[in-house]
């Protein structure tokens, strides 16, 4: 049972480059989530799935989109990577039917644009 | 929309000893839920306690408990006891029990045990 899996775990990337974080969980969660965390600021929502076949907005969404690509997984995209979406990238998971769920966090992906 | 804050960027506490962790939150909301995440060096984020908000009893784990104030909007973390591996960024964080269950993080609390 390997949880919530993120790759890569460190990416570099050029101003105006694209690239997809992969996120998988294995615990038969309904719900998946995208966060960014920078200094000072806590993490923040990118994106998040409550359930197979859905997405929505949250907090910071611009130049990101997201595909819920089954069940286990969720994947973030940066379209044309810009140096403000230098971070570190969570990717979580929850159950639903209820609130008050613990969401269970991958490692995190440090992404770096220049 | 919902804020979190945690007005303390660093603490440092004494193996061994208490330290209180504060956070402060503001919602229109009667329901909700509030939690505590701990991230130590290794970034991987763990859930330290939970609490409702309906329930007037706070949350206990172990050598972690709450301070519940719903009133007052105020949700501190205390840490009894504490080890050289509670040695971690602290978040706390607060949830609806609607809209796709989504945490609105504080800007989180770094903590360092001394032996």
């Known amino acids: 049972n390997a949880g919530v899996t993120q790759t890569p775990k460190f990416q570099v990337l050029k101003t105006g480059q694209s690239m997809t974080l992969q996120c998988a969980q294995d615990?038969?969660?309904?719900?998946m989530y995208w966060y960014r965390q920078d200094p000072g600021m806590g993490l923040r929502l990118i994106y998040y799935s409550a359930s197979e076949g859905t997405t929505d907005k949250g907090e910071v969404p611009n130049g990101y989109n997201v595909s819920r690509l089954n069940k286990r997984e969720f994947s973030l995209r940066l379209e044309s990577a810009a140096p403000s979406q230098t971070s570190v990238y969570f990717c979580a998971s929850s159950t639903t039917g209820g609130a008050g769920n613990e969401q269970f966090f991958g490692p995190g992906t440090r992404l770096t644009v220049l | 929309a919902q804020t979190v804050t945690q007005s303390q960027p660093e603490m440092s506490v004494q193996e061994a000893e208490t330290v209180t962790l504060s956070c402060t939150y503001d919602?229109?909301?009667?329901?909700?839920?509030l939690f505590w995440y701990k991230q130590p060096p290794s970034r991987q984020m763990i859930l330290v306690i939970r609490q409702e908000a309906y329930k007037q009893q706070n949350a206990t784990e172990n050598r972690f408990s709450v301070n519940f104030q719903k009133a007052a909007k105020s949700f501190s973390l205390k840490i009894s006891d504490s080890q050289l591996g509670d040695t971690a960024m602290y978040f706390c964080?607060?949830?609806?029990?609607?809209?796709?269950?989504?945490?609105?993080f504080g800007e989180g609390t770094q903590l360092t045990v001394n032996p």
């Open positions: 919602t229109s909301e009667n329901n909700y839920y």
């Open positions: 964080a607060f949830m609806k029990p609607f809209g796709g269950s989504r945490l609105t």
């Open positions: 615990m038969n969660h309904n719900s």
